[in-house]
Structure formats: C-alpha cells, structure tokens
C-alpha cells in the first residue's frame, strides 16, 4: 500500500500542573462549542496512546483526562488527551477542510497554549509560525496538486479516504 500525507499540524505539550489540565479541557470544550465543533469525552482509567519520544515509537499506558473535538466533517478529529503527567501528543490533517479550518484549528491551540508549561507546534502549513494565509493556501494548494496529478497518472490510486478511526489517507492503492 501506498500512502501520502497532506497539510498536518502536530502538537504536544504538558500541561502545568493538574489544574491546568482540567483548564485545558474546559478551555477545549467552551472553544470548540463557539466554533460550532463536535465534542465528545475521550478520558479513560486504563488507555494506551501511541507516540514519538526523542524519536522512538513509545506507548503509554494509564488514565487519560481528555475531549476529541471535529472541526469539520473534512478534517481529521482533534484529540486533546492527556496523560497523568499532564503530556499531549497528537497531530490533525486539515488538508481537505481547507485554510480556513486550518486557521481556526491554530488559533483553537493557541487559545489552550497559556495553561502547557510547553507547547510544541509543528504546522506544515506554516501558518503557526508565519500567520500567512497565502504561504498556507499555497502549501494546500500544492498537495492538491500533486493528489490531483498522481490520481491522473496512477488510475489505481484512491483518495482521500476515510478510516473508521477518522484518520484520513489521502492517496492509497492495494499495492
């Protein structure tokens, strides 16, 4: 199978302290219902998250407080989860929501940043860093480009698909 992946924003932080976890998901839950975005609660006594620590594939094991917020049928769903250190780690694809959703997902982070100790962005869009929407329209409008351009040479390739997970692929082919 082969997959390509469209504009990501990853995150990570660790909250404060245990207050500010709690600050975190009511200040997620208020900012996703002014924006009109699904929430539903996703804290669990006994889960398993997977991530990426000083570049090794880690898995945690423990309760998690957490929400998972949509911010558009054509995105990925956010998930705000965290462990019992206060530490996040997730990413969402905006590519097919479009710029404006990419957009209002930066400032949803911004809006929780002031209760992390540390709050890791990494916006392939670069609009996190830059606020330029037209750097950002471009980087969407690039890989639309090239979705486009692979489908057009390879008839075989599908996309963009949705999993059942909500994750989104945008390129696949049974190969």
Sequence with gaps: MQVIAGVTIHYEGRAKDAQAVQAILRTARDEAAQRGWQVREASDKNASLKRVVNEKDVTYNGPIDGVVVLPATTSEPMYIQLDSNGFM??????????????????????????????????DEGEYWETRDAKKLQAHIDKVNSLIHEMKRTKPGLKGPVTLPSGRIVDLMSGK
Aim: aromatic residues 12%.
């Design 89 to 122: 780690q997730d990413f969402v694809k905006t590519q097919f929501a479009g710029s404006a959703v990419h957009v209002s997902v930066i400032e949803f982070l911004r809006k929780l940043q002031p209760h992390f100790a540390s709050l890791t962005v990494e």
